[in-house]
């Protein structure tokens, strides 16, 4: 049975954002289950969701939080699964401080990070990490490089046709 994928936020204000994470993990037919938990509001929901993640069928867990930025760190405290942090830009500190709070884990807690507000960025990296036991999830992964590449080839041929 396929893994699923859990998403987080913080708060629903990060929606706009984390729906770019959601939307990659879908268009690659993974199942994919999201939530709103606060690391510093609702601690009890966030840590037991991440220790009953691998028994419910997760693979992976993306957190997104901004400002403070303890969700993931919270999450990867309680759960031996992969978890991804997506810092959101705030607007005191453009998401500096989400970025550092996220990235600097003590050691045996990691966190893998994304770059401020990359939510699709998290669900290429979450699909990566679900395909290395799922063959058919890694070749339409193996698909959407190759389309990728193909799309630059277009466009750096339509600019040499410009420029000739």
């Known amino acids: 049975m396929a893994k699923r994928a859990a998403v987080i936020m913080g708060s ?9 994470t959601v939307s990659q993990l879908k268009s690659l037919g993974i199942d994919t289950e999201v939530h709103v938990m606060s690391a510093h509001r609702t601690p009890e929901e966030a840590s037991a969701f991440a220790r009953d993640a691998r028994d419910n069928g997760f693979g992976v867990i993306v957190a997104a939080a901004g ?7 919270v999450l ?6 992969p978890v991804i942090g997506i810092p959101m830009k705030s607007s005191q500190l453009e998401g500096m401080d989400a970025l550092l709070s996220t990235v600097m884990m003590p050691p045996g807690v990691p966190v893998a990070t994304v770059g401020i507000n990359a939510a699709a960025n998290a669900g290429t990296l979450a699909a990566q990490i679900l395909a ?33």
């Open 67 to 73: 400002m403070a930025a303890h969700l993931a760190g």
């Open 12 to 20: 629903d204000s990060d929606w706009p954002v984390v729906q770019k």
């Open 132 to 164: 290395l036991e799922d063959e058919e999830l890694a070749r339409r992964l193996m698909d959407a490089k190759r389309q990728m590449a193909e799309s630059v080839r277009e466009k750096d041929r339509k600019l040499q046709e410009e420029l000739a």
């Open 76 to 81: 990867a405290a309680n759960t031996i699964l």
